[in-house]
């Protein structure tokens, strides 16, 4: 009789395990897409909030860089017309901006004590003011008011309105600024007079500077000089000690012109003709006419520009329509940029995880049904297969293969899943940014760096969720004894 010869038996590793895994996903294709889908839902969802928050937190601080950039332009026009105010210069000591302080020093005519002593003091007026804006409002309004920290310490100075600052003090409970009440009182008596003296003479000296640049060109504005930029005009700026270094006069001769073009379209909306046409062309009331109106109108019918440019030149004023047409569009984008800023600037950097922190909890609790979701569908998937458990058992499967194999199972739905739900929420934070910021949607490396960086982590996350999900399902499979699931109808 010939003997029984074994088999080599087959190996059951990994391979095997994903096998098995990939056959009962298509075997089980219905019950594995709602698994499918509660992951993709997940990660959809953590995709689309961190993009979103990415896209706009990159619009709003680029929109606020540019309109810092508008307003730092009509700065520098302006100082060529008028002195720094007070407040500025302070500010510009308390910062020791480069270029400021090199026309401070020259205009003011200050010694390194002096430059020392307006510094110092600068930072501390500026230590003050910050200490008045964090106290709460109502004891702000008691103390200080609406009135501004350089009119508070005017008016410190007399005795009277000082002892009344203090009595209401002492009677909120609040603490002085600086490191105390003999200190505060040091900067009022002592050092905000020597302070006040210095900014004064810098004032003086700016006013010097403009009225010598103005004599060399008597007929021309500043706005206008920096337009024609005539032969000589940066010599005599540097001359006159401004630091021409850091003015940009490309982009200051563009928006001078374009000030100077906004200007003469608000005094020509003014003749009564033009009026009269524009009124009867819009079919609007009077009152109604306004220069955002007509900017409205301008980029809604750009044909229209050329209309308005023949009416404007009857009265002697010239703009080319494509002049007209691009007013319209800068400053409509300028109330848009506005719009987008608000009140408070943005956080000059922002990452993956700078979310507010109901995101941060609307996340976890969307994570944590997906967790309860995924290990219910596993668990079910568990109890029906029952009888395929035991029969793999009896055939040689060891435990730690029957849960290698659910494992695997939970893993391959988690990465399915999770690549659909990062483009489906990559798809609509981009869609839900270019609704909500248009053309003031500002892409980057940077961004698309970290928005590459946010679908990876949350194609990770979906995996390791459908993982952990598992796991208890998992070892109720592996520890199921045969016998007993053989018994399971």
């Known amino acids: 009789m010939k003997p029984i010869e074994a088999e080599k038996q087959v190996s059951l590793g990994p391979a095997r395990a994903f096998q098995l895994a990939m056959s009962g996903i298509m075997y089980r294709f219905f019950r594995s897409g709602i698994t499918v889908a509660i992951l993709c839902l997940a990660v959809a969802f953590l995709v689309h909030t961190l993009v979103y928050g990415l896209l706009a937190h990159s619009s709003e601080y680029s929109a606020f860089q540019e309109v810092a950039r508008q307003r730092e332009l009509g700065g520098q026009i302006s100082r060529l017309t008028s002195p720094d105010s007070a407040t500025r210069i302070i500010e510009e000591f308390a910062r020791e901006t480069t270029g400021r302080m090199s026309e401070y020093r020259e205009w003011g005519d200050l010694s390194q004590g002096d430059f020392q002593t307006a510094t110092a003091t600068a930072r501390r007026v500026m230590d003050v003011r910050a200490h008045f804006e964090d106290l709460p409002d109502d004891s702000r309004a008691i103390l200080v008011g609406d009135a501004d920290v350089l009119t508070l310490l005017r008016r410190f100075r007399d005795e009277r309105q000082y002892e009344l600052f203090a009595e209401r003090v002492e009677q909120l409970a609040v603490s002085y600024p600086l490191e105390g009440r003999e200190e505060f009182q040091r900067l009022v008596d002592a050092e905000w007079p020597v302070l006040v003296e210095i900014v004064e003479r810098v004032r003086s000296g700016q006013a010097e500077a403009i009225a010598s640049v103005s004599e060399n060109y008597p007929d021309l504005s500043a706005r206008d000089l920096l337009v024609a930029q005539p032969d000589g005009f940066v010599a005599a700026l540097r001359d006159a000690g401004f630091a021409t270094d850091e003015m940009d006069f490309e982009s200051l001769a563009e928006f001078a012109a374009r000030d100077a073009a906004r200007e003469r379209l608000e005094s020509t909306l003014l003749e009564s003709d033009v009026q009269l046409a524009l009124i009867r062309h819009l079919d609007i009331a009077p009152e109604d006419l306004t220069l955002p109106l007509v900017f409205g109108w301008l980029r809604s019918r750009a044909g229209d520009a050329e209309s308005l440019s023949d009416l404007m030149s009857r009265t002697g004023v010239e703009l080319p329509p494509e002049t007209l047409t691009g007013l319209a569009e800068f400053y409509t984008r300028s109330e848009r940029l506005q719009e987008v800023?608000?009140?408070?600037?943005?956080?000059?950097?922002?990452?993956?995880?700078?979310?507010?922190?109901?995101?941060?909890?609307?996340?976890?609790?969307?994570?944590?049904?997906?967790?309860v979701g995924v290990a219910n569908a596993m668990l079910m998937s568990v109890t029906e297969r029952f009888n395929e458990i035991a029969t793999m058992k009896c055939l040689g499967a060891m435990d730690g293969f029957v849960m290698m194999m659910f494992v695997f199972e939970a893993a391959i739905q988690g990465l399915i899943g999770g690549v659909?739900?990062?483009?489906?929420?990559?798809?609509?934070?981009?869609l839900r940014g270019l609704a909500e910021y248009g053309a003031l949607v500002a892409f980057s490396s940077e961004l698309l760096t970290q928005m590459f960086l946010a679908a990876i982590l949350a194609l990770a996350a979906g995996m390791v969720l459908a993982t952990a999900a598992a796991v208890g399902p998992s070892l109720v499979a592996a520890r199921l004894a045969p016998m007993e699931a053989m018994r399971v109808e």
């Open 341 to 371: 800023v608000g009140t408070s600037p943005p956080a000059s950097e922002a990452g993956l995880f700078s979310l507010e922190g109901r995101l941060r909890w609307l996340i976890l609790l969307a994570f944590f049904v997906c967790i």
């Open 420 to 430: 659909i739900g990062v483009f489906l929420g990559t798809l609509l934070a981009l």
